[in-house]
Structure formats: structure tokens, C-alpha cells
């Protein structure tokens, strides 16, 4: 294939965006800020919304939708929150149009709402505002409620599925008895969104606690799954929050316990969005194009035929048909592209860049033997098959695939996680082996504040799970005063 | 069950109004028109995008996701459209807010959009202009593409379901290379909605073609299905729309043709909403709560245990997950309410109300016999059957009552459409037995207009089947001029 875009070690951020937009997956819209997302694209992120709806389900929660529009003064209900949400919003301020000269359409300055509202940047006020309608009593609790919805955050420099004004996500809100009740499912939702990320999407992730600073507005405790990107970058790939009694104390929303006690609510609120296909693209692709996990691949096998004569297309046709039902009946995705608009050559080289997992070739020869050419998108690996039994050995090669992308993420990730003990060696790795850097840190705001200034690091997590020798007392890199255990920097998306 | 509520008889609006709010459909939300879709509510529309989006990729659909935000001038590019659709819409005019005194927030004047955004009321601008960069070749064509999205319409008259300023529908837009291929599409989509309409909610419809003046803003033809309520009113349940060029030409998207020729692309829209969830309560449910036809409830079964002693529930607890498993095995959904807060006749009463299609009770005697007792929704017949054999007849009782909930349906409405010749039985059909009336109609738009304001009656739609008797000539029974056909009349939702 000829070179005709910048690899990844030439310009990420320029591979990143010619795979997004030449794998069909997003574009930017006509609206700044915005994009939309094409069929291929939105084919996997289906597929990412099927897999975590069922996990949700599995876990007790049940869908609903609450409105787009929050009155603005919803947002100055819970103190902590405002600070963090109310700001880069777009605002409804009016209810009509009307025509203006030469065939215009104005704004019509009568029709001005009284209160402005909001389209929502995330929904735990008009949540908690309905809530207070349906919890009275310990029977109504715990209340597990997940909603997939569209929000906007306005952005001024966005990125397409990194960072869009509009993105699309899933937000579970869910209300418990006790502080621990809702701690648990605060946790357990991170290991929902480990799991998905791990076991779907082949990204290994590290669970976490992200630091006071970095923390929901409005959380007691904001947990989060990081991932690491080929250029050593993370990227926040879900959050899960414990919301203590803030927003039901914001909405008034109390409960009386078995006992007959009054007292308000606690509240989890958690949510993965759009972004993942970004991390997705990030974790897994190359300088040939997009590769995909077969768990999510809008197709996970593509055929296409090799022919000179109608006749043998018409044979191949027929064989195809035979091998398309055998893998369909293993529940395997599988497209046949039999245009004759298109040469193999090309159509190769398409599905390479679309990261089909395999590739299936058949020739007349293939016919005559008995065979077919398969070919590994993420090896980039040819071998030929006997078509006898060939729907076990797709199978078994999808898994592989799988696996395969899995350990060598989990490989290149831990190569470049490193310990490092001062702060000039922290400037240097950053600069010369960026990745995730295990470092002490004294504990404080200003620190890492201050770090994040000079180097742009910032603190992914404390992570949950550790090595001993991480968890040992130490001297803060930047202050030298003391640390509790190391922490986790990175430079982020 | 006691009366604590209107009957259709009494108060058929509030009866409506009933059903929605105390069967866990959806609430009015906080903020003015906008509805919250409740977790049992939202999981009957989650079944019915569910069946839809199948159909949709059945016959070659792909969805995609397009911007929320559309700019303001994008709705003067097609002159008809902006009449039909750019006037009651959320208009954003500022994208950030800004502490205000007292802790309050208010709009930050210096953040205001050079140009507004109006928050989508349908998606036909912003994907044509779309479309523009995806096609330039008739191997471009069909680009056959469907979205699940919120749209806003502003309303000051809202009715929960029904007319919402807010709401979550799908709209399909596709692009051909002729017109006629484009009629088929309208056609064929028109035809998947009826098929969902029947075959999923049991609700018979008429299939039609809309007069000028109720067509969609910038369509050539608007196809719709029209469903009868149970007061006799109209309820439009889908509609399909042949655009013509208008798009295209409004976008500038041209394509090149096999013979290398260019011309403006064909169009066609089509979409159903959340409205379809009113159509359904309007259609089945009776005096004592809702009535879901099987295929859409969010659970098929459900079994209540009926004991003294803690002993005889263990008992019965074991009994019920042999039951269960089975049930579950034959694809069936089933709830079993074991909950030891609240008595059964309550339960059977929640259920009940719920539109559950078959509650299953089970009791000591029933254990010592082998049998359980079977009360259908739709008849309220109860039977006791053997549970030998249970899976088979409980499948076979919900092929039942999807079928019967669809006959009763058809015949209500058989019986309610009527033909009248002159205006006076007209006006006094719809007062004493409001139906769909087949009367005839001289084709002109004013005729059409005194009609709506006298009698409030609009032509719902020019059937597309029809009998014989109805498309022969005739005279108008406004007018008195010549009539081609009966056109169908109703009072409408």
C-alpha cells in the first residue's frame, strides 16, 4: 500500500485523524464543534452499547431517559457541581423563529423563555429532581436507573470522539440506603467498565481513585479506569462516582429507613461515552489503518472473491454462500463483497484500512483444492486453509485475534509504566519514554498543581490495586516532603 | 379493584392521562412540556426499537448519528421547510454561563453565537448538507441511513406520549439515483411501519397518502398509517416522505451517473416516535389499567406464590425456578414477585394495572396438585392448568392474546369507519359516533379547510387500499362539486 498518510511515529495526532475520518468512523459536522458519527463508526459503538447495556441489565440497572433541557437554576442547587458544569453550556434562551427579510429565518425577541435552559452537560440535577417523586420510603431504595442520551459541553479545541461539543454516552444514576450500599455499586460499576474494557475492547485499563482535584464536581470519590495509548498517553476511559448525600441533600431527597428514621439518599453516578471509540482507534491501530477487536467489528470476516469468467464467479458464488451460512450459524459477522465495481487489490487494501480481523480469499484454485487464503489483520499473517471445518478454525482464530490485541496493549503498557524517584528524572521520562510514571507525591493540591503546570502531568489515579513496593512511604518528587505511596502521572487526553 | 379513577366512558382524556402516570410509563418533567420516559414506560419503547431497528437492517439500513445543533440558515436553504419547521424551536443563543450574585448562575452576555443554533425538530438540513461530501457517483447510491435520536418541537399544548416538546424517535434519510427507486423506498418504509404496527402492537392501521396541505414541509408525497383509538379518534402512527430533488437541490448534492451524466440526488424521510407509546396505551388498554400485547411487554409472565409459612414458600420458591427456566428457555419474559412486603391481592392488582399479559399463581394446593392457576390480561379469564407441559401452553396463551388484542382492535375499528354523503350526517356522525368517516371530497384546499374549522375533522389520509365503492366518483359533501373518491375523515390526536 502506498504511503500516503503519516504513521504514528511521524505525527499521532495527524495518523489519529486520517484513521478516524478514512475508516469511515466520524467527521467533523458543519457544526463547530460537533461531529457525526458515519455507519461504520456507529456500527461498533452499537456494538459497545449492547455489550454494556446487557452488563447493566445483568446488574440489576434498568434504562430510562429524563429531558435534555435543565432549568438553569437546577445547576446552582449543588454548590460543588456548578462550579464544575454550569459553565461551557449551551444555553436555550428562546422559543421561535420567525421570517426575517428575503426569505432569512430571525430569532423572534417575543417568544424569550422566562428561565433559561440548559442542554444538559451531564443530568444529576434533573435526575435528583425527579427522584424526590419517587423515593419516600427503604422499599423504593436501591433505585438503579441507567440513561444512553446525547449531552453537550461546549469545547472551543475538539478532537473527533476525544473531545466533541455533542458527544453521545450512557449515565447510570442510582440511589441507595446506605453510604456503603452505594460505595459498593460505585465499585462495582468501575469493575463493569474494567471488564468491558478489558474483555471487549482489549484495552487493558488500570482502576483507580483520581486525587480531590481531579474529583466530579459534586463527588465525594471519583473512581476511573486509565488507558494507555501507543504514544504512552492516557486517556480516561470511564468514571464511576460516589456522590455521598450532596445531590439528594441539593433536591431534598429523603427516605424513611425500616426503622421509621428520615434521612436523605445516597447517590452513585457513572458513565463511559463516545470517547471509547477513540481509545479504541488509539490502543490497537497501525500505520496500514484501523484494527479492530472481532468483538466489535461490524463485520469480523470479510470474503472476497478472486475470479477471471462469470462461470467461476458464479461457482465461487455458490461455495461462498455454503461457508457464509456455516460461519453465520457460529454467530460470526461476515460480509461478502462480490462487486464488480472493485478489484481484490483494492478491496484488500479497503478492509485492511477498515481493520477487518480476517480476510478471506478464494480463487478458482481454492476451488479445485479445497481451500482458501486466510489473512490476520493484526498480524498481518497469510496462511491457507482447508475449507473442511473451516467455521471451527474462524472461531478459533476471531479468539486468537482477540487475545492477541489484548496481550501485546497489556505488553507495550506495562513496558512503559516506570518508578521513577526525582523530579528531574520525572522531566526526563516524560520528555524521553513518556508513559505512566509510578511517583511519590506529598498529598497535597498545590503539588500537583504546580507539576502539572511545569510538565502538564497530571495525577490518572491512585490506583486501587498495587504493588507492595508502591505502597511504601517515600519523599514527594517535587516538594520532598513526605508520601504515603507512590501515585500515577501521565501526560492525558 | 376499587374505582379510583375516570373510565373511557366517564373521561376518556383523563382516563389516558391515569394509565400513563400510575402505571410507571412516564411523568411530566420539571421542566414546561418535556416528559421523563420511566424505567417500565421506557423498556416497552426499548422493545419497540429494538424490533424496529431490525426491520430497519433488514431491508439494508444503517444508522449513523448526526449533530443536535443545527445552524440557524440551514432552515432557509429549502423554502418550504422553514415555513413547515423553523418556528416553534429551541434556539441557542449563548454557549456559557457565569456566577451571578448569590450564588446563582446567569448567561455570560460576552459568550453569545455569532450564529444561533436551533436544537434539531427534525434532521433533514444537517444531513443533506452531509450528504453533500458523501456522494458524487451512482456507486454512492442507495445511501440508505436511519438515526435514533431527541428532537425538539416547542409546544404549548402538551400531552404526555402524544405531543411532547421533547422526544425520542428515528428518522431515516436516504438518498437514490431515480425517482422511482425513491417512491419504492417511501413504500417500502411505509409498509415496514404498518407490519410493526400489526404484527408488533396489534394495532391495525390505514395505510395512505396525506392531502397537500397536511404533507410534511418540503416533501412531494407524504405516506402516513393511521391508527383508531378507542374514543374514535385518529392517532397518525408513522409517516414516510417522498422529497423529491428538493434536498438535494436546497444542499447542491449531485451524483454522476453510469452514463456520466449529472443530476440531483432523489430523497426520502421517514420516522416514528415515542408518540407510537400513547397509540399503544389508546389502542388496548381497558377500565381496570393498561394491556400490552405480548411482543412488547417488558415482562410476558408473571408469577406470584400464594403462602401461609415460610415452609410452603421455599417449596414453591423451587417449584417457580423450574417453571421460570423453562418459561425463559422458550425465549419468554417472566417476573417472579416474591417479595414478602406486600400480599398478593395487591400484587395481583399492580399487575394487573401493569398490562402484565399472564400472571401465574401458584399456592399450597396447587403444589399438592400440580397445577397453577393462569389469568390472562386482555379477557381476564383464569384458568388452572396442569404443569405438565406449562412452557408449551403458556407460549401458545401469549400467540393468544397478541392475536385476540389485534382482532379486537380490527373489529373496533371496522366497525367505526363509516360512509356519509352529505354534510349534515358528517357533522352528525362525528358528534354521536365519532370514527373514521370515508366521505367524498372535491380536492381543493379551501374545501379541506372549512371542513377542519367547522367540525375540527381533518382528511387523515387518502387510503391506499381501498374497496371498490369508495374510489368511484361521487359528489363532495362540502362543496358539491365533483369528487374523484372518498378520501378518510377522523377527528385526530
Not at 240 to 245: C, E, N, R, T, V
Amino acid at each position: 500500500m502506498s504511503k500516503e498518510f503519516a504513521t504514528r511515529a511521524e505525527n499521532y495526532s495527524e495518523w489519529y485523524n486520517h484513521i478516524v475520518t478514512k475508516a469511515d468512523l466520524a467527521e467533523h459536522a458543519a457544526v463547530k464543534g460537533c461531529m457525526v458519527i458515519k455507519p461504520y463508526g456507529y456500527s461498533i459503538w452499537e456494538k459497545m452499547q449492547q455489550a454494556l447495556d446487557q452488563m447493566f441489565k445483568d446488574t440489576g440497572h434498568e434504562n430510562a431517559y429524563f429531558p435534555l433541557l435543565i432549568p438553569k437554576s437546577f445547576f446552582s442547587k449543588e454548590a460543588s457541581h456548578v462550579e464544575g458544569f454550569a459553565k461551557e453550556c449551551a444555553v436555550v434562551t428562546h422559543y421561535r423563529l420567525k421570517n426575517g427579510p428575503d426569505g432569512t429565518v430571525i430569532v423572534d425577541e417575543e417568544a424569550k423563555l422566562a428561565e433559561e435552559l440548559i442542554i444538559r452537560p451531564t443530568s444529576e440535577t434533573i435526575i435528583w429532581n425527579t427522584y424526590k417523586g419517587w423515593i419516600q420510603s427503604y422499599r423504593d431504595l436501591p433505585l438503579l436507573i441507567n440513561q444512553w442520551a446525547n449531552v453537550v459541553r461546549w469545547e472551543m479545541r475538539t478532537r473527533l470522539f476525544l473531545r466533541t461539543a455533542e458527544f453521545l454516552w450512557q449515565e447510570g444514576h442510582t440511589a441507595h440506603a446506605t453510604s456503603q450500599e452505594a460505595i459498593e455499586e460505585t465499585e462495582r460499576m468501575l469493575g463493569v467498565y474494567a471488564d468491558f474494557a478489558e474483555n471487549w475492547m482489549a484495552v487493558p485499563v488500570i482502576k483507580g481513585k483520581k486525587t480531590a482535584n481531579e474529583r466530579f464536581a459534586g463527588a465525594l470519590d471519583t473512581y476511573c479506569i486509565e488507558a494507555m495509548m501507543q504514544d504512552g498517553k492516557a486517556l480516561q476511559a470511564g468514571t464511576s462516582h460516589f456522590l455521598g448525600q450532596n445531590f439528594a441533600k441539593a433536591f431534598d431527597v429523603k427516605f424513611t429507613s425500616k426503622e421509621g428514621k428520615q434521612d436523605y439518599v445516597w447517590a452513585t453516578s457513572w458513565g463511559v461515552s463516545t470517547r471509547l471509540m477513540g481509545a479504541l482507534v488509539m490502543a490497537h491501530s497501525d500505520d496500514q489503518g484501523l484494527v479492530l477487536p472481532p468483538k466489535l467489528a461490524p463485520f469480523q470476516v470479510v470474503i472476497v472473491p478472486i475470479y477471471k469468467t462469470e462461470e467461476d464467479l458464479l461457482k465461487i458464488n455458490a461455495k461462498v454462500e455454503e461457508i457464509r451460512k456455516s460461519l453465520i450459524s457460529k454467530g460470526i459477522r461476515v460480509k461478502y463483497d462480490n462487486r464488480d465495481t472493485q478489484r481484490p487489490g483494492w478491496k484488500f487494501a479497503e478492509y485492511e484500512f477498515k481493520g477487518v480481523p480476517l480476510r478471506i480469499a478464494i480463487g478458482p484454485k481454492d476451488m479445485e483444492n479445497g481451500t482458501v487464503e486466510v489473512a490476520r489483520r493484526d498480524t498481518r499473517e497469510k496462511e491457507v486453509l482447508q475449507m473442511v471445518d473451516l467455521d471451527n478454525k474462524i472461531e478459533h482464530l476471531l479468539s486468537q485475534i482477540q487475545d492477541n490485541l489484548f496481550q501485546k496493549a497489556l505488553s507495550f503498557r506495562d513496558q512503559n509504566i516506570r518508578r521513577v524517584d526525582t523530579y528531574d528524572e520525572f522531566k526526563k521520562t516524560l520528555n524521553e519514554n513518556p508513559g505512566f510514571i509510578l511517583a511519590h507525591w506529598d498529598g497535597t493540591a498545590e503539588t500537583e498543581q504546580k507539576i502539572k503546570e511545569e510538565t502538564k502531568a497530571t495525577i490518572r489515579c491512585i490506583p486501587l490495586q498495587a504493588e507492595e513496593r508502591d505502597v511504601k512511604p517515600g519523599i514527594c518528587i517535587y516538594s520532598g516532603k513526605p508520601s504515603e505511596r507512590r501515585v500515577l502521572f501521565s501526560l492525558a487526553y
